[in-house]
């Protein structure tokens, strides 16, 4: 499915195809426009922009072929990408980071749910839409929800975020494993090593999470401040992952205007960062 995109011409009245871009953000390259949708330089071109019913014939076809109705297409036009790819996302932490990254999915039109440990914290967030303890004057939107039922906050994620302190990633994923199932890409989001062992998140939930977990693991790291993403401040984080399908999913749901995603595949190097990082 793809996106239809548009450039005004020089005449006011008339619009030209300038690019063409899938749902995943990605672009079609040029060669490809050319062959398809009819945009060749030189005079073929030229000639192409000044006929006006060729082009509107053009769009029509084009708008078939994306199979896009003239609703969505505006609202994508309008940059709401989120359009047809929600999902639930299961957000494991309700300190002020696991908020913002809850917060930023949900704006980009997921159905989250934050798990807590804390009902009270539950209860105040759904009922305000802010968590007022650790992101204060942040508004949630209305589809980013906090329960302390861990079993109901994993029920059906596509997509489960570990935003958990360090020193309890352990017994969270301990609980957590049984309701895990397999595709679901699982994304750290924790700074920081194990008190005990020494660990890093990689080796905790590898050790704690079923077999077939291990390959969907992400890790996100970087120099970033809840307050700031919030408030839609520029920010860029890294996305570690060993396995190249799974690191460039994870890179996609968590883009966006306001925070850039980079890869990487050096897991160890990114979780230390992370860590020292808090030092």
């Known amino acids: 499915c793809v996106v239809i995109c548009w450039q005004n011409c020089d ?12 749902l995943d953000g990605s672009l079609m390259a040029a060669p490809i426009l050319q062959t398809e949708f009819g945009e060749h330089a030189g005079a073929s071109r030229t000639a192409a922009i000044n006929t006006r019913g060729a082009r509107i014939a053009g769009s029509i076809a084009l708008m078939r072929r994306a199979r896009i109705g003239v609703l969505a297409a505006r609202r994508l036009l309008r940059g709401n990408v989120a359009l047809m790819t929600a999902s639930k996302v299961a957000v494991l932490g309700a300190g002020a980071w696991g908020t913002a990254l809850a917060w ?20 105040a967030v759904n009922a305000s839409h802010e968590n007022a303890r650790y992101l204060p ?20 994620a596509g997509m489960i975020v570990f935003v958990i302190p ?8 301990r609980a957590a494993a049984s309701h895990v199932h397999r595709g679901v890409p699982i994304v750290s ?11 890093f998140m ?25 307050k700031e993403l919030a408030n839609r401040l520029p920010t860029a984080v890294v996305i570690a992952a060993r396995d190249a399908g ?21 897991v160890p ?11």
């Open 189 to 199: 989001a924790t700074k920081g090593i194990e008190n005990d062992s020494l660990m």
């Open 269 to 279: 190097g990114v979780e230390c960062g992370g860590a020292l990082k808090n030092v």
């Open 166 to 173: 360090s020193h309890a990633t352990r017994e969270v994923a």
């Open 202 to 226: 990689d080796e905790v939930l590898a050790q704690e999470l079923p077999a077939h977990a291990r390959d969907q693991l992400a890790f996100l790291s970087g120099p970033s401040f809840a």
């Open 104 to 123: 930023l999915l949900a704006d980009k039109g997921d159905d989250v749910v934050v798990w807590s440990r804390r009902r009270d914290l539950c209860v």
């Open 11 to 22: 005449s006011p009245k008339l619009m030209m195809l300038r690019r063409i871009v899938r």
């Open 246 to 266: 799974v690191r460039e999913h994870v890179m996609k749901r968590f883009h966006t205007a306001y925070m850039r995603t980079y890869a990487s595949d050096d």
């Open 137 to 156: 004057g942040i508004a949630l939107p209305a589809n980013l929800t906090c329960t302390d039922d861990l079993p109901a906050a994993l029920n059906g």
